[in-house]
């Protein structure tokens, strides 16, 4: 892929941290059906990247509990309860290849928006603290976490947003996202899309339509995406040669 980039839009759970949130919503899941049911692969076909009610809903209709309207508000509130004191309790870590990227990406002239459909971005972004003493929060230059839109992704208009708040058409605009309905949000704005598999999951996050998956975000090449090119690190050839 080849194009003039002057953005770089985050998700945040599953992207820059490793958040609790399917922790909590497998707790709070007791009571509405079986948490037994409630594995990463299911949290990730189902729940990552949606709305809180929406996921909400998702989750207990997947699972063949009663899925109200009610019940999966009542649901989603109590997994509102379990994340909070989760966050509060610091049971969460920011990856080390997420920052390396956004320092990287900052370094190299972009703008940098967050765009998660969680309302809980902030807390934890704010706790994370650079080298230099910043924190992970204030590396970027617009925050749309939480923002209240018509449609949840894989509809784009969270991203739309978030490309506005930073002045960049979204042609120019890249996405980096690890759940398929963040992907497919992304390709329907017109944007380019780089998926990070951290749980085995490059096949979906392919299927979902990334330009390109890595299972780190360091292997990702910036002297490359200055040219327009996004494209994993060419791999080296460290093994020794022997000479007869």
């Not at 990552?48 to 699972?63: I, P, Q, T, V, Y």
Request: charged letters at 25%; aromatic letters at 4%; proline letters at 5%.
């Amino acid at each position: 892929m080849t194009r003039s980039l002057r953005a770089a839009i985050f998700d945040v759970d599953g992207v820059l941290v490793n958040s609790p949130h399917e922790r909590a919503w497998r707790e709070a899941l007791a009571g509405f059906a079986d948490p037994a049911g409630f594995t990463t692969a299911f949290y990730q076909a189902h729940v990552a990247g949606k709305r809180r009610l929406d996921g909400a809903l998702a989750a207990l209709e997947a699972l063949g509990g009663a899925a109200t309207a009610a019940q999966a508000a009542a649901y989603a509130e109590r997994k509102q309860g379990v994340i909070d004191r989760l966050i509060a309790e610091n049971r969460f870590e920011a990856f080390p290849d997420a920052m390396h990227l956004a320092l990287g990406l900052k370094g190299a002239g972009l703008r940098l928006a967050l765009a998660s459909s969680s309302k809980n971005a902030d807390a934890m972004l704010t706790r994370v603290l650079l080298p230099d003493g910043r924190t992970l929060r204030d590396l970027f230059d617009a925050d749309l976490s939480g923002r209240e839109v018509a449609r949840g992704k894989p509809d784009p208009a969270l991203f739309l947003l978030a490309a506005e708040a930073v002045g960049a058409p979204p042609a120019t605009c890249l996405v980096i996202e690890d759940a398929p309905s963040g992907i497919a949000a992304a390709r329907a704005g017109g944007m380019a899309a780089l998926g990070i598999a951290r749980l085995g999951d490059e096949a979906l996050l392919r299927e979902a339509g990334a330009d390109l998956v890595l299972t780190s975000l360091d292997r990702l090449d910036i002297a490359a995406l200055r040219c327009g090119l996004l494209r994993e690190q060419p791999a080296t050839d460290a093994s020794p040669t022997t000479e007869g």
